[in-house]
């Protein structure tokens, strides 16, 4: 007889069916649940939703109409995910899914993010008003005609089989990501590399590196920190010593406090996504490059959608454990000059910075 017909009972069930998800959907009194488990509004989500959904048959074919996770579903899985340390397993558990669904959804999310979105949201300003705004935003903190802030920051993840050029100098396998960011904290250009990169090294080989003495207006800059070599379109700090001049002192704390706008946005991407918190486990760098670029536009997302990530006029104080940085700088490496003109560019401000005191 045929053993199909006469199944036996299932004793080994690991997927838990949850009804959570269908109730906060439904429900205008569950708003809170959207900004504690997906860090964000449930407006926000709703607009994730529809970029989601216009982009998706350009990447993916249309769901079957007895599918029971919507694409809605899918891009809350998606976030949950990227916004906790814990894993497919949790994810998972929350939406009453078995972690192969959960990180396959994740998987076709993100992608569609990928594919279609990177390019046009982490971009630098194509226009005279939109490169003003920035300039505005920067010198509300004092710093004249910067148009962005340049830092890098390391990305833990597990070794690979083959892992020369992974390690960084600090000792752990990772990638090393160099970004410039708005005075929004918005990310408006970003280079991925491998650990054993340094801040000053991913600038010469990036592309931003190479062509952003071409795209920053007339007269502007960008501020990085002393790990990166002083251009007449970079502007770095004057070498902190005992006996530092009044005029060099007052334009490192200003150059410092305007910058300070990176080392947030750092701090608030890796706040928000918190599957950076542990070392990235997943099988390739191509996979965890793609989750890095997600959370990138997801982050340049959650500001413009929420509209809370706001440059603070008088901006915060804030202690040495919160620095985010890249690599470790060798000492010679440090307080770098392209030349005579990127030395009296910097005078420059210094001088029009000391005569406002």
Known sequence: MDGRSFRAPITNHIVIPSNTWTIVQNSPIHDAWFIRHLRCTRGTYQRICQNIEVAWQRVHPPLHHHNTMSVNDRVACTLHYLTHSDGYESTAALFGISKTRAYEYCNQVALVIQLCYVLETIVLPSSREEWEVVRVGFEEHGFP?????????????????????????????????????????????????????????????????????????????????????????????????????????????????????????????????????????????????????????????????????????????????????????????????????????????????????
């Open 145 to 357: 005609n910067a148009y962005g802030a340049i830092d890098g920051s390391l990305i833990q993840i597990k070794r690979f089989e083959d892992f020369y050029g992974w390690y960084c100098r600090k000792g752990f396998p990772a990638f090393n990501m160099q970004d410039v960011v708005d005075h929004r904290m918005r990310f408006m250009s970003y280079s991925l590399r491998s650990g054993s990169q340094n801040d000053k090294a991913m600038f010469n080989e990036s592309l931003f590196g190479q062509t952003c003495h071409t795209r920053v207006p007339p007269g502007g800059c960008f501020l990085g920190d002393a790990g990166y070599k002083l251009f007449t379109h970079v502007m770095t700090p004057y070498s902190i010593v005992s006996s530092m001049a009044t005029d060099e002192a007052n334009y490192n704390w200003i150059h410092s406090r305007s910058r300070m706008v990176v080392e947030r946005a750092f701090g608030r991407w890796k706040n928000k996504f918190r599957i950076f918190k542990h070392e990235l486990l997943h099988h390739c760098p191509h996979d965890m490059a793609r989750l890095i670029e997600v959370t990138l536009v997801l982050h340049n997302w959650y500001i413009d959608y929420d509209n809370e990530a706001v440059a603070p006029t008088q901006p915060e104080t804030y202690p040495g454990w919160m620095h985010i940085g890249g690599d470790i700088v060798d000492d010679d490496e440090l307080f770098q000059v392209d030349g005579a003109a990127a030395e009296r560019a910097r005078d420059t401000i210094k001088n029009h910075l000391y005569a406002l005191l």
